[in-house]
């Protein structure tokens, strides 16, 4: 026997009610436009199965972007425990030191060139720079999948840091590590394609 749905709710309408919002929301976040039509379709199939448990008075777009939300985590997760795997221990150990002597001397303090510079003055305001903010979507995609994923799970989405050394079976040293990592690359993708225009 076929379950109905709650009265709110219209399977049959979500694709052309949420697929492009979903599918832009799942980009943003991953990058890439197989992954996020793979996972917008996961979305509408896992809410088809589940659709029993939706009560009356849920919201079924917030549903289902709590169901993207999950299937995001998931993707984020295989993604970084296939990279742990072969990357072994904190992206590889002889990796992070040869990032590390990129922008660091021996004692640990910044390269000249190097140096971080100030990109705006009080009044500028970055998000609403549609240059930057392109310029900066651009460099989220350079950025290896793991650091993408946590830096999108930590910024754009405002995730707990122990919520996110959950979810992807990282230690909060190598969580600290990686946003490091993924902040000096950003910053110095952004100084390059940005500031140096």
């Given at each position: 026997?076929?379950?109905?749905?709650?009265?709110?709710?219209?399977?049959?309408?979500?694709?052309?009610?949420?697929?492009?919002?979903?599918?832009?929301?799942?980009?943003?976040?991953?990058?890439?436009?197989?992954?996020?039509?793979?996972?917008v379709r996961e979305t509408f199939l896992s809410a088809m199965d589940d659709i029993k448990n939706l009560t009356a008075d849920?919201?079924?777009?917030?549903?289902?972007?709590?169901?993207?939300?999950?299937?995001?985590?998931?993707?984020?997760?295989?993604?970084?425990?296939?990279?742990?795997?072969?990357?072994?221990?904190?992206?590889?150990?002889?990796?992070?030191?040869a990032f590390k002597r990129l922008f660091f001397d021996d004692s640990g303090k910044w390269k000249k060139a190097q140096r971080?510079?100030?990109?705006?003055?009080?009044e500028e305001n970055l998000p609403e720079d549609g240059e930057f903010m392109s310029i900066l979507k651009m460099c989220l995609?350079?950025?290896?999948?793991?650091?993408?994923?946590?830096?999108?799970?930590?910024?754009?989405?405002?995730?707990?840091?122990?919520?996110?050394?959950?979810?992807?079976?990282?230690?909060?040293?190598?969580?600290?590590?990686?946003?490091?990592?993924?902040?000096?690359?950003?910053?110095?993708?952004?100084?390059?394609?940005?500031?140096?225009?």
């Open positions: 026997m076929k379950t109905q749905p709650p009265n709110s709710c219209n399977p049959e309408k979500w694709v052309e009610k949420y697929a492009d919002n979903l599918f832009a929301w799942a980009y943003q976040r991953t990058g890439k436009r197989a992954i996020a039509e793979d996972l849920c919201n079924e777009k917030s549903w289902l972007y709590a169901i993207l939300r999950d299937k995001i985590v998931g993707h984020f997760r295989q993604e970084t425990l296939d990279l742990t795997a072969v990357e072994g221990h904190l992206a590889g150990e002889e990796n992070y030191k971080p510079v100030n990109w705006f003055s009080e995609k350079l950025l290896p999948e793991k650091n993408r994923c946590i830096v999108t799970l930590r910024f754009m989405d405002e995730r707990d840091i122990s919520e996110i050394c959950s979810e992807l079976s990282i230690s909060p040293p190598t969580f600290w590590a990686v946003l490091h990592q993924s902040k000096l690359q950003l910053r110095n993708c952004i100084e390059e394609n940005w500031l140096n225009d």
